[in-house]
Nanobody, 118 residues
Framework: QGQLVESGGGLVQDGGSLRLSCKAP???????????MNWYRQAPGKQRELVAS???????SYSDAVKGRFTISRDNSRKTTWLQMNSLKPDDTGVYYC?????????WGPGTQVTVSS
C-alpha cells in the first residue's frame, strides 16, 4: 500500500494530450532504480491491459494500440515514471495504473482517470 502514486489524469478532447506521473515516495533509490516500471489501463467493462513498460536501462515497449502516440520515460533520481500521451482517442478512456512486479507480486497505485471526449 502506498508504494506508487499516479497523477495527471483528466478530461481531454479527442486528439489532445496528457502527461501522467507515477511517483514512488516510499521507495529508496537503490530499490526503485532496478525495477521495470509499467503503465496499465482499464476501460469500463474491460480487463486491465498493459500499455507501456520501461526497464532499468530505459528499454521501452508499447502495446500496438498506443505505439507511436504514447511515450514512457523515467527519472530514477526522482523515483518517477511518466507516460506522455498524445493524439488521444476516446478508446484511450480508462483508469491508468502504475505497476511493478517484485518476486511474483504485483504492486499497484490507486490509478488516475483519463477521459477522452469525442
Amino acid at each position: 500500500q502506498g508504494q506508487l502514486v499516479e497523477s495527471g489524469g483528466g478530461l481531454v478532447q479527442d486528439g489532445g494530450s496528457l502527461r501522467l506521473s507515477c511517483k514512488a515516495p516510499r521507495m529508496i533509490f537503490s530499490v526503485y532504480s532496478p525495477k521495470t516500471m509499467n503503465w496499465y489501463r482499464q476501460a469500463p467493462g474491460k480487463q486491465r491491459e498493459l500499455v507501456a513498460s520501461i526497464t532499468s536501462d530505459r528499454l521501452t515497449s508499447y502495446s500496438d494500440a498506443v505505439k507511436g502516440r504514447f511515450t514512457i520515460s523515467r527519472d530514477n533520481s526522482r523515483k518517477t515514471t511518466w507516460l506522455q500521451m498524445n493524439s488521444l482517442k476516446p478508446d484511450d478512456t480508462g483508469v491508468y495504473y502504475c505497476n511493478f512486479n517484485e518476486r511474483g507480486t504485483d504492486y499497484w497505485g490507486p490509478g488516475t482517470q483519463v477521459t477522452v471526449s469525442s
